[in-house]
């Protein structure tokens, strides 16, 4: 069984078959432009034939990763949930039974490589990221024998100018970081609106004075252009 075999198992996210449907045969492919910026990780005469999928889940990759590593005929045997069964003491929990994910995720024979996508300039949830980068090298400890990793963070620049790496508390292994820092692509959006993701419309409940706020009877839709408040206000409705 191959990576890619294993990996495709697991794959029923709905969106997933969504945009595969809607897109079409080519939607297998990545774009030429997207997998040139891989250059160094995927080899060139794999880069036509990898694999893709989004919002993978990290339980999936998991069992995907234990199929790669011993065989399908494992598929319905009884497997320790932690990291070690020979190890006393709390360990890390290899399958949570939650829904956390990889925004996408690229195989290409051995070669696995997550992306963590951000566009909104709200920042990053640092905490979020720790979680993952941690849980990810835990899979790596139990399963990554035989495949080389490679993570990768997806932002505009002007967010990545605002990443703060001292808030990275996870260690440092060369498959997520490249050097002191983790690896970079820029995440573009391709001229619909002319604009950035800073440059899009908002939308949030308010109250009376248009101030922000969740239980507020009113919503208001902002343009990010405007420096002004009230320039700012593109409509004022009540929310109920």
Not at 211 to 216: E, H, N, S, Y
Request: hydrophobic content about 35%; some cysteine.
């Amino acid at each position: 069984m191959t990576l890619v075999e294993a990996l495709r198992m697991f794959n029923r996210k709905e969106r997933y078959w969504l945009i595969r449907n809607a897109l079409g045969e080519d939607s297998k492919k990545l774009d030429p432009t997207f997998r040139n910026s891989l250059n160094g990780v995927l080899p060139i005469e794999e880069r036509e034939n990898v694999w893709w999928a989004m919002d993978y889940h990290l339980d999936w990759l998991v069992g995907a990763l234990h199929l790669f590593s011993n065989g399908e005929g494992t598929a319905y045997k009884r497997q320790y949930y932690r990291t070690s069964e020979l190890v006393e003491g709390p360990q890390e929990e290899l399958v949570k039974g939650n829904q956390e994910d990889v925004d996408f995720i690229i195989a290409s024979s051995n070669t696995l490589i997550f992306i963590e996508a951000k566009g909104d300039a709200a920042g990053w949830d640092y905490q979020q990221l720790n979680r993952k980068i941690h849980r990810l090298q835990n899979i790596e400890e139990k399963y990554f024998n035989g495949v080389e990793p490679f993570f990768f963070l997806m932002a505009p620049k002007a967010l990545q100018n605002k990443f703060n790496m001292d808030k990275i508390t996870s260690p440092s292994p060369n498959w997520i970081f490249d050097g002191d820092k983790l690896r970079w692509l820029d995440l573009q959006i391709k001229n619909e609106l002319e604009t950035n993701f800073e440059d899009f419309h908002r939308v949030g409940r308010c109250n009376e004075d248009d101030d922000p706020c969740k239980t507020g009877k009113f919503f208001l839709v902002k343009n990010p252009k405007s420096s002004n408040k009230n320039n700012g206000r593109v409509a004022k409705v009540q929310g109920r």
